[in-house]
């Protein structure tokens, strides 16, 4: 019977581990992985280029000193550094994004459906924060200045507003190679093909005329 307990608990153990793992990014069974970008093979990341074409720039990116164009309607702008720019963050699980907002720029609602983002202020100061999952929706703000530090979990809603009259800008790490960003604004009402509209008039209790509106902006 105790042998019995035992083998069920290693089981039990084992699953829990494996879903651990496939609920991140693929683990790293050697030194390093860095990212084939012209490879046909699929996998849960990207595969490996052979370890005798690997170089330093393959583990390297330039570019983060300089500033974003903050000249769009947002007043935002994002230069990211996964692994798309850096092949040599493949299976690592981290990446990087300066972010720099205009006066009065703000960086909208969106998710990492797979990263957690802890940010820095370089510059400025910035009104953030995050809303929790349902049923109970909690929102959590902080006005950040020069040297602060913010934390967004996991895949929940969050943003960053530029409040005052200079522009700012952050520094973030992100726990995975491959965050993704969903903009809730864009998906909702910028998406292909569009959500119809009386589908998007009962989500929001509004009229069909505004969402009309709102769809005419993306």
């Given at each position: ?24 990014d693929p683990s790293l069974l050697q030194d390093f992985c860095v990212a084939d970008k012209l ?180």
């Amino acid at each position: 019977m105790a042998i019995r307990m035992a083998i069920l608990a290693a089981a039990l153990l084992a699953l829990a581990l494996s879903h651990g793992a496939m609920a991140s990014d693929p683990s790293l069974l050697q030194d390093f992985c860095v990212a084939d970008k012209l490879s046909q093979v699929r996998v849960n990341g990207l595969a490996c280029k052979d370890a005798k074409d690997i170089v330093a720039e393959n583990f390297f990116f330039s570019g983060l000193h300089m500033a974003g164009n903050t000249s769009n309607r947002q007043g935002a702008a994002v230069t990211a550094v996964n692994v798309a720019q850096i092949p040599g963050l493949n299976t690592m699980g981290i990446s990087l994004v300066r972010i720099d907002y205009a006066p009065y720029g703000l960086n909208p609602h969106h998710t990492h459906p797979r990263s957690t983002k802890i940010l820095t202020v370089l510059e400025g100061s910035l009104y953030v924060g995050f809303v929790t999952s349902n049923p109970d929706n909690k929102m959590f703000t902080k006005v950040l200045h020069k040297g602060d530090v913010f934390v967004f979990p996991k895949g929940l809603i969050h943003f960053q507003f530029n409040y005052g009259p200079t522009p700012a800008v952050v520094l973030a790490a992100l726990s995975s190679q491959n965050p993704g960003v969903i903009t809730i604004a864009n998906s909702v009402f910028g998406s292909t093909p569009s959500i119809p509209n009386a589908i998007l008039a009962k989500a929001f209790q509004v009229e069909k005329e505004t969402v009309d509106m709102m769809q005419a902006q993306f």
